[in-house]
């Protein structure tokens, strides 16, 4: 069957397909069917489709391949659909075909239309691979072979808790990266000593590198946060199909398919001790979306910090120099602004803002299933990438190019008043606030005061005073 494009004009060849609410018309070239076609139709809200994250098609194929081969070894598929289902898997799990999830993340239906996009197109291409023309579900069915013994529910939130673990890797690795970064600069600036400040005033002296190295234990504990959720997501209810009871699904499927599932992915899957509890439960997402918030809190204060430290660079604190990425201004020259570590607080606030997002999506289920998981698997999905990229970004152009303003540093510890609280133990605090306040009022150095007032000796005074008795009493 042929029809012509409205508004090219070409005309298209199609195969006509059938579902619950009647006939439509498919490109005859196309992996997907009619329910995929249905829902591009229906859902185009984000612009984004589940082809933009092939984490989440990857794990799709592999809860597919694991149901085909529990399916077989109960003599529920033949020996050439077993076969045909899970060379199709491997297909898409190798990365291939990608293009034919059309599907946009965000739907109604709680998933079904993912479900059924992944459906279509294994069965399409399982048909190919049997020598049958695409649509010919009569040898190979998107329901009846395909999604055998399964539902949405089991299968898209299985499968999203695999993406979602996959996704969290390259995040990982990132991090870590970012850590060991931050580190090096910490040990490169540790002769450098600087004025530390607490609500943006004069405290006491420290060293440059005391102030990376607390950036980067700062991070220490994020991944091992994060692998720890990540096994919580790893308990899943594949098996439970409609709302936990296993319907449609043989005795001992469930078993079968986790087994399957775990060889495959890799990962230590396994299956939830109340599969009707697990249906409805988004416990796990939530706790994976507040990680990657905690996250982006410390890497928002982090880069708050550098712009701080790097401002100016005449006028303000520049104390450290952020490498020059690009010019800042269209109207000042030689402007140059921190455009890295500003990125990152705006891919920061977004996982903030998600996160309640999530919030909501997960409070908003209802009896035996959570119809909002789409949103919740978008922004999981979207705010683990955001981060992974910005984290990379912030690393290799920013952190690693940051060098020290020794000169600027050492000059604001020589005229702040905060070195006269390393005093306090030899002159008493009287003694210490009144040097304080005829420094501030008459701009004299605290050294000058307590020399003038021969409260101690100039011996006494250079040995309290100095870096390594300064910064290194712990």
Known sequence: MTHTDSLTND??????????????AVPSTALYGIQTQRAYQNFNITGVPISHF??????????????????????????????????????????????????????????????????????????????????????????????????????????????????????????????????????????????????????????????????????????ARIEHTCLQLCEVNLGGTAIGTGINAPRGYADLAISELATISGLP?????????????????????????????????????????????????????????????????????????????????????????VTMAAEAGQLQLNAMEPLIIYNLLNNARMLEKSIRMLDELCIQGISANKERCAQHVENSIGIVTALVPHIGYDNASRIAGHALLSGLGVSELVKQEKLLSDEELAAILSPNTMVNNV
Request: aromatic share 4%; proline share 4%.
């Open 11 to 24: 005309t298209i060849l199609t195969r006509i397909e059938k579902d619950l609410l009647g006939e439509q």
């Open 54 to 223: 092939p984490d989440l098609i990857k794990a799709l194929a592999m809860v597919k391949h694991a149901a085909a081969k529990a399916n077989y070894q109960h003599g529920l598929l033949s020996d050439d659909k077993v076969n045909a289902i899970t060379d199709a898997c491997a297909d898409l799990i190798d990365g291939e075909h990608h293009e034919a999830f059309i599907v946009d993340l965000i739907q109604g239906g709680a998933g079904t239309s993912t479900n059924m996009n992944a459906n279509e197109v294994i069965a399409n291409i399982g048909l190919a691979k049997m020598g049958f023309e695409y649509g010919e579900y009569q040898h190979l069915h998107p329901n009846n072979d395909v999604n055998r013994s399964q539902s949405t529910n089991d299968v898209y939130p299985t499968a999203a808790r695999l993406a979602i673990v996959f996704a969290a890797q390259p995040l990982m690795a990132a991090i870590t990266k970012l850590k060991h970064s931050l580190a090096a600069k910490g040990e490169a600036f540790s002769d450098v000593l600087k004025m530390g400040r607490t609500q943006l005033q004069d405290a006491v002296p420290m060293t440059l590198g005391q102030e990376f190295n607390a950036f980067a234990s700062d991070l220490g504990g994020e991944t």
């Open 269 to 357: 899957v396994r299956l939830a001790e109340d599969l009707v509890a697990a249906s409805a439960d988004m416990g796990a997402f939530i706790t994976f979306s507040g990680s990657l918030k905690r996250l982006a809190i410390k890497l928002s204060k982090l880069s708050n910090d550098l712009r701080l430290l790097s401002s100016g660079p005449r006028t303000g604190l520049g104390e450290i120099n952020l490498p020059a990425m690009q010019p800042g201004s269209s109207i000042m020259p030689g402007k140059v602004n921190p455009v890295i570590p500003e990125a990152m607080n705006q891919t920061a606030f977004q996982v903030m803002g998600t996160d309640l997002t």
